[in-house]
């Protein structure tokens, strides 16, 4: 037998329908799921909310982690011998005096930190996130840092200094009723 170009191949000729039916339904199913995922996650990641807040929130800026530097103790003839100037009593027009209960009117969670201040300061100078509503002691302030006023407060049992605004101006803190 001769090989020519007139003898039919064995897969020559139409696809077969099922095979045909099979690719375009799984087109089809692919392109339904990029359609779902893309309009869909985005609310849904919305209403699950995982962290428990809603909407965007203000929170200070975290500082790049540095790793720490290895500081050399000092001998104990070199310490100094002043003791540290204590805080000045705060101003007659002080928004809040120790033993005072506020309230984080801020609309989410604020930081609790262990050192006045939001700029250059490692991760672990936050404590916890005081939720919206909450209501602290006051303890001790005013102290200025980062061009804000800044309170310390117990919440929960611990300690730690908040904000009484934010830089933009908005109230963080308020006086309980």
């Known amino acids: 037998m001769s090989n020519d170009d007139t003898t039919p191949r064995p897969d020559s000729g139409p696809p077969h329908p099922v095979l045909t039916g099979l690719t375009a339904g799984l087109l089809l199913f692919g392109l339904t799921l990029c359609t779902l995922t893309l309009w869909f996650i985005p609310a849904l990641s919305r209403q699950i909310n995982i962290a428990g807040v809603t909407g965007p929130r203000w929170s200070p800026p975290t500082a790049t982690p540095v790793a720490p530097r290895p500081t050399p103790t000092p001998s104990p003839d070199l310490l100094p011998t002043t003791s540290p100037t204590p805080a000045p009593a705060a101003p007659v027009d002080a928004t809040f005096h120790v ?26 100078d936050r404590i916890a996130l005081v939720p919206e509503g909450a209501r602290v002691e006051i303890l001790a302030g005013p102290a200025s840092a980062d061009e804000l006023v800044w309170w310390r407060v117990r919440w929960q049992g611990q300690q730690g200094w908040m904000a009484e605004m934010r830089v933009s101006g908005g109230p963080i803190l308020k006086l309980a009723p």
């Open 99 to 124: 033993g005072d209960i506020a309230i984080n009117v801020n609309d989410g969670p604020v930081n609790l930190r262990r050192t006045p201040g939001y700029r250059d300061k490692a991760a672990s």
